[in-house]
T-cell receptor, first 111, second 115 residues
Framework: SQKIEQNSEALNIQEGKTATLTCNYT??????LQWYRQDPGRGPVFLLL?????KEKRKERLKVTFDTTLKQSLFHITASQPADSATYLC??????????FGTGTRLTVIP | GAVVSQHPSRVICKSGTSVKIECRSL??????MFWYRQFPKQSLMLMAT?????????EQGVEKDKFLINHASLTLSTLTVTSAHPEDSSFYIC???????????FGSGTRLTVV
């Protein structure tokens, strides 16, 4: 069966440290992998997109890696801040352009 | 940037009634829009793909007669929950994409409570 798993339901880190979130998938062949941020009671907000033939992408304090052999993506937030506290979702975009979401990781950055 | 507007943000309705949710792309045209449902502490589940000018495509297990989707123009898709029951209470979110190399833009969601 198809699965998208984010290995930590919740992650607490100290302010200033790097947060690393993991996304693993099975039985998908994604054309793109995306990361979103979701705050309580709100829709997800797009952060980064990485193509299947890309290994790494960066945007300001964010970095995403994509390993199609391991079927895994890592999402890093460097110099984390309390304002980064939210739920982070990975999502796979298939050739049909549908987007399928992982279970999410709730990140809390402690001041 | 791409903006998607969703209304209403909250709605409470009586069991057996119907509720319509609107999703508009404000600054771009969207031939395809997507409808998701999210239960508390769970991730988003794709319900259906809304196609402008044609029938929606529903995911397995989603009743098309219960969740009516209309995509009448390039900027508007509507989801109507018909004969709503308490188990339909959930957070409904729509999304659209401006172009292939960009992520999806989501509406702010609609919290539906059926009493």
């Amino acid at each position: 069966s198809q699965k998208i798993e984010q290995n930590s339901e919740a992650l607490n880190i100290q302010e200033g440290k790097t947060a690393t979130l993991t996304c693993n998938y099975t039985n998908y062949s994604p054309a793109y992998l995306q990361w979103y941020r979701q705050d309580p009671g709100r829709g997800p907000v797009f952060l980064l997109l990485i193509r299947e033939n890309e290994k790494e992408k960066r945007k300001e304090r964010l970095k995403v890696t994509f390993d199609t052999t391991l079927k895994q993506s890592l999402f890093h937030i460097t110099a984390s801040q309390p304002a980064d506290s939210a739920t982070y979702l990975c999502a796979l975009q298939t050739g049909a352009n549908n987007l399928f979401f992982g279970t999410g990781t709730r990140l809390t950055v402690i001041p | 940037g791409a903006v998607v507007s969703q209304h209403p943000s909250r709605v409470i309705c009586k069991s057996g009634t119907s509720v319509k949710i609107e999703c508009r792309s404000l600054d771009f045209q969207a031939t395809t829009m997507f409808w998701y449902r999210q239960f508390p502490k769970q991730s988003l589940m794709l319900m259906a793909t809304s196609n402008e000018g044609s029938k929606a495509t529903y995911e397995q297990g989603v009743e098309k007669d219960k969740f009516l989707i209309n995509h009448a123009s390039l900027t508007l898709s509507t989801l109507t929950v018909t004969s709503a029951h308490p188990e339909d209470s959930s957070f409904y979110i729509c999304s659209a994409r401006r172009d292939r190399e960009y992520g999806y833009t989501f509406g702010s969601g609609t919290r539906l409570t059926v009493v």
